[in-house]
């Protein structure tokens, strides 16, 4: 049976979020009303101040988004999606990017789960050579307007039934499976692997990582280093 490695893509393999850029990208072209980038404007200034959290940040984004994307047309939302791709798909945490290549050289069959929409997750992944791709998907009703819903949102919300579908799907084995993430949401994820890797963690996950005795691998500018 053919090996398997999943990753988290947001801040572990991306170095950025796809899903902030997104909806920048929205309403940069108009497809969200200028005045969305006050829905979260005061959790962005808070976090690089450091007074706040990074999740607080991206929770009021996936606010945002989910108040403006009920009406929106797929086809100008996946356009900003390749976009966004096209001009930032190449900034990439070294590590990871090696890493995935040297699995694929290995025939591990390579999987991204995020919560990032699937729409953008799939122009992305599709420069690295992923096999599958789990993200968000959101609902479309008439001429292929958003409804504002999300589709199997308790499967994405849970990595590991994600990874029990992959394995029953594709007939895969979790012997010398791997695992890559960098917050608390990939705990799921990284205790369902036999080799978990937190890479760049948040001190959630940092913390958890210290218990359970699991590899921390840090990238800072241009130095890769094992704590």
Partial sequence: MQKVAFFDID???????????????????GIFPAEAKLGYQKEYDSWRNRDGSYETYIDA?????????????YGDFADIGRKVVKEQGRQTYRYTRDLIQDLRGKGYYIVAISQSPKTILDEFC??????????????????D???????????????SLVIERVLEREGLTLEDSIGVGDTEGDIQLLESVETPICFNPNMSLYAYAQKKKWPVVVERKDVVYTL
Avoid: Q
């Avoid at 307007?145 to 990595?159: C, D, M, P, S, Y």
């Fill in 11 to 29: 801040g572990t393999v991306f170095r950025s979020s796809l899903f902030i850029e997104l909806v920048e990208g929205c309403i940069t072209e």
């Fill in 61 to 73: 984004v996936v606010a945002t988004f989910m108040k403006h994307i009920k009406g929106v047309f």
């Fill in 126 to 143: 599709a420069g690295y050579g992923f096999d599958k791709v789990y993200g968000r998907i959101y609902e479309l009703g008439p001429r």
């Fill in 145 to 159: 307007l958003f409804t504002g819903e999300v589709a199997e949102l308790e499967l994405i919300k849970n990595k």
